[in-house]
């Protein structure tokens, strides 16, 4: 058995009956790492012994018999989560040496769960990105074609996840970051309803569109990690103050009369011909399990690129104006005076594609701008929020295309910010209404690249679509498949 391709599901059975243990567990998932992390570039950092560390107390917890489905599981964090005395880079230069004084809620709530803190994934610089190349570590590379980017900007969790680097991973979704980066590596990924996770400890890129959520091997993974993160958080003034449901029991619920409703928005022009195949067979495959479909329109659509990098950017330019090398991070060498530390540390501090953001975000929240452009960019997130309150009274769950296209070649959009972009049209339009959505792999195209499929949900569902996620993953096996170039290390 090898023991780096279990899925968390499986990984906590065998840990609960004492049939393996947590150190042999994470010292396998560090052994692969070291072996090939090399062709991958999937972390930023690797805690060996602090993972060692925590897998010996897993098996101690785990001999006391009072452990929870994430004790001595081996977890990887995208490096936006704080996490205390180790680093939290954010893939930038600006915060290349910064080590934090405490945990994310996130983080402290899996550590306390029992999990097993492998290190800290790579990302677009500041989750800024769509393919993990903007990162100040270098690119992550596909573990289904090292020459394809993973997406982004949770591009090194998902990698993690795929070549098997770690049992699951978190990530953060501003526009698609989580479902786009598992939509092309072949894996489950989950945002959830804005303020079901916490925010509190995750670095700031737009706060009104971040969220972060679980990366994992199947549906059930998923369930099973998202019950330990998700709930309420007095740090955090946006955190929903609802129960969580039980998400693992939930899962194997029945949905059959559902309904489905299918945009036709989402399956126009730019959707390669072989996503679209598969994502119609996914369709079929519902109809098989007894689920209704119905078309449905979403109008508002076509203006969710527009105002998101309107929106986005304007926080961004906002949040990001504390790295001025005054508090912490990256300070330039002997400034002649403040506003040369200001400009200097910031303009060595940030990568090409942060700054864009920031120069973006800073005009359209200028005097004179402000009305033109960031107001009327919020007016229109209400009419594509208000698109989805008039579908959901049709439909239990809308079904899209993750991605209008499989992984693209490293290098291949780094000159055409616009294409690249566009990688997150179909997930922008969630973000924007704060709705959950999950993305869950359903075929392979023609060159072998995996697909994704995205299910929304309404507000706080992620029970449901964790429920139809698991259902179609027990009537298919797209999400068992293994990337070939490390199949056999």
Known sequence: MELSSLTLTQAAQLLQKREISALELTQNHLERIARLESQINAYVTVDTQGALAAAKAADERLQRGDATPLTGIPIAHKDLFIT???ATTCSSRMLAEFKPPYDATVTRRIKEAGGVILGKTNMDEFAMGSSTESSYFGPTHNPW???RIPGGSSGGSAAAVAADFCVAATGTDTGGSIRQPAALTGITGLKPTYGRVSRFGMVAFASSLDQAGPMTKSAADAALLLQAIA???????TSIDTPVPDYASLIEGDIRGKRLGIPAEYFGDGLEPDVRKAVEEAIEVFRGLGVETIPIELPHTQHA???????????ASSNLARYDGVRYGHRCDDPKDLRDLYFRTRAEGFGEEVKRRIMLGTYVLSSGYYDAYYRKAQRVRRLIAGDFTAAFKKVDWILTPTTPGTAFKLGEKTQDPVQMYLSDIFTINVNLAGLPGLSIPCGLDRQGLPIGVQLIGQVLDEGGLLTAAHAFQKATDFHLKRPTPLSAP
């Open 145 to 147: 074609d090292l020459e």
């Open 84 to 86: 205390q005395d180790l």
């Open 305 to 315: 690129i527009p105002t998101y990098y309107i929106i986005a950017p304007a926080e």
């Open 231 to 237: 709930g309420h958080d007095p740090l955090d003034a």
